[in-house]
């Protein structure tokens, strides 16, 4: 008898998700700005005291610094563009040379491989050939 399937079977990964998602919820609504139907506290007294005003022109708005955050980001952009530029100009001088060495390396590796494998099976079979035509050609064999 097969059981009957229950759509609202809670499995681990599902009560790890709604944990995470009541977690969001709360983070929402923690931050979440202040509706209609929110206590929000009002002014509801005149102020009798006096305000201090500006009453003088500055005749001349101060340079803004730039924000330490931005003038960091600049930054790292440069040092970023540097170190790309310097990785460059080093892999142009010393990759040529290094190409240069591991390629003579391996061409050095590559020919006594074939000297090697040439002395073990193409001579024995030169000398083969060349003994059949000495005696072939060898005046005491007719």
Do not use: C
């Given at each position: 008898?097969?059981?009957?399937t229950?759509?609202?079977?809670?499995?681990?990964e599902?009560?790890?998700?709604?944990?995470?998602?009541d977690?969001?919820?709360?983070?929402l609504k923690r931050h979440h700005a202040p509706g209609p139907?929110?206590?929000?506290?009002?002014?509801?007294?005149?102020?009798?005291d006096?305000?201090?005003?500006?009453?003088?022109a500055i005749?001349e708005?101060p340079?803004?610094a730039?924000?330490?955050?931005?003038?960091?980001?600049?930054q790292l952009?440069?040092?970023?563009?540097?170190?790309?530029?310097?990785?460059?100009?080093?892999l142009?001088?010393?990759?040529?040379?290094v190409?240069?060495e591991?390629?003579?390396?391996?061409?050095n590796r590559?020919?006594?491989?074939?000297?090697?494998?040439?002395?073990?099976?193409l001579?024995?079979d030169?000398?083969?050939e060349?003994?059949?035509?000495?005696?072939?050609?060898?005046?005491r064999?007719?």
């Amino acid at each position: 008898m097969a059981e009957p399937t229950d759509p609202f079977i809670i499995l681990p990964e599902t009560e790890a998700a709604d944990r995470l998602l009541d977690k969001a919820d709360a983070l929402l609504k923690r931050h979440h700005a202040p509706g209609p139907d929110t206590d929000i506290p009002v002014l509801t007294e005149a102020i009798d005291d006096d305000i201090p005003v500006l009453t003088g022109a500055i005749k001349e708005a101060p340079a803004s610094a730039p924000a330490p955050a931005a003038g960091f980001v600049e930054q790292l952009i440069d040092l970023d563009a540097t170190l790309n530029r310097r990785i460059d100009e080093w892999l142009h001088q010393e990759l040529p040379q290094v190409l240069a060495e591991e390629l003579e390396q391996a061409r050095n590796r590559i020919l006594q491989q074939i000297h090697a494998r040439a002395r073990a099976t193409l001579l024995a079979d030169i000398s083969q050939e060349i003994s059949h035509l000495l005696d072939a050609n060898d005046p005491r064999n007719r």
